[in-house]
């Protein structure tokens, strides 16, 4: 890279993108800040900190001595993001709105307002890394195996990634906090955000309740007998064992990974039929599945992988699993996984890896759970 740049930078108000621009700055760059607003529905609200953080992403600019722009991308969230994040869940998917946002928003929107700016590199506090190798470039894991986010941004392409600095992605986020209180940045200590991208921590099913109908219909277990009643497919995901209403309900002699007190989870969701399936305990077969079907294809290097054994992830904490690629058709993979995988769930992403070298991935359209009668046989 070339000695001196200009570099802009998407500060979030939190310390990852602060300590980022930080980095930049003492590296010799012109360090531009921009904050980011992209939701404007209920910015008064207790949930919506995008005025906190704000201040926040001012004060840390003050601190490194950069300009900082404020510019509010609210409408292309809502175009892009927000209304295909709608679409999925009232379809009974669970969609992951943190993908959606990097590929359409932050590094289209963003990237794209950063180059009219006369920018050479945008930067933002991911823990990733690019490499650039015979001319391409990889998109490769954080050094930090527990902040890694390359998860979350395998639908990036190479002319995104050719002009994308990810500073903390070599760092441990220990030693990001550590620079950070060193520099004296007002948000050493901010805890980092865990809510809906860009919208921000908040009760989830209060907030989807405003957009979504809730749509009753019966709860059933693997035996077709009603348990209780659901609010609506949508507010709900396989894995979930929270909020089913259901605590109460006993199965005698309870079966496949339970005991009479075994946790109930959502299983399956018949959209046809409006009923919301739970299972009793955790490895349940109605929970584990060796074969995933995942479409709407994106791969980093412009080109899909080979066929042929690879690692993927088919939610974001988790440890790399081994699987058989195949493409049946065009712009759809399916997976084997000789270890069965957990509450495989549609909508979200699987991700292809090849060590630490995100390859890409798509979005899962269907899994294949195991067959009771096998299971139990």
């Given amino acids: 890279m070339a000695s001196k740049q200009r570099v802009v930078v998407g500060l979030s108000g939190g310390v990852d993108s602060a300590v980022s621009a930080w980095l930049l700055k003492q590296q010799g760059h012109e360090v531009i800040g921009i904050f980011m607003k992209n939701w404007e529905d209920d ?9 906190i953080d704000f201040v926040d992403a001012a004060a840390v600019a003050d601190v490194i001595g950069i300009e900082i722009e404020h510019v509010n991308f609210a409408a292309d969230y809502k175009d892009r993001v927000f209304a295909e994040f709608l679409r999925e869940y009232q379809g009974g998917r669970t969609p992951n709105p943190d993908i959606l946002c990097n590929a359409e928003i932050k590094f289209k929107a963003f990237l794209d307002h950063a180059m009219r700016l006369g920018a050479e590199k945008i930067a933002t506090g991911h823990y990733a890394r ?69 919208i921000g921590e908040r009760p989830f099913r209060e907030f989807l309740n405003r957009y979504i109908a809730q749509a009753p219909g019966p709860v059933k277990d693997e035996r077709g007998r009603v348990l209780g009643r659901h609010v609506g497919l949508s507010f709900y995901t396989l894995g979930q064992r929270q909020g089913l209403g259901i605590g109460g309900v006993k199965e005698k002699g309870a079966q496949r990974g339970g005991g009479e007190h075994a946790p109930w989870f959502v299983a399956r969701k018949d ?55 195949q493409f049946p058709a065009p712009q759809t993979m399916a997976l084997h996984f000789p270890d069965a995988q957990w509450a495989v769930t549609p909508g979200q992403s699987a991700v292809l890896y090849q060590g630490d070298v995100c390859l890409g991935g798509g979005v899962i359209a269907a899994a294949q759970t195991l067959d009771l009668e096998k299971a139990t046989a």
């Fill in 43 to 51: 910015d008064d609200s207790e949930y919506c900190s995008s005025n």
């Fill in 271 to 325: 959209v046809k039929n409006n009923t919301l399936y739970v299972v009793q305990g955790h490895d349940h077969p109605w929970l584990l599945s060796h074969q995933v079907s995942v479409d709407d294809l994106s791969w980093v290097a412009g080109q899909p992988p080979s066929p042929g054994t690879l690692a993927a992830k088919t939610r974001y904490r988790q440890t790399d699993a081994p699987c058989d690629l």
């Fill in 130 to 198: 690019v490499r650039e190798k015979e001319g391409a470039f990889e998109l490769l894991k954080g050094l930090d195996p527990g902040k890694d986010q390359s998860y979350f941004l395998h639908r990036l392409n190479q002319a995104q990634l050719g002009k994308t600095l990810f500073p903390v992605g070599e760092l441990h986020k220990s030693e990001v906090r550590r620079i950070a209180a060193d520099i004296g940045l007002p948000n050493a200590r901010k805890k980092d955000s865990t809510g809906i991208c860009f």
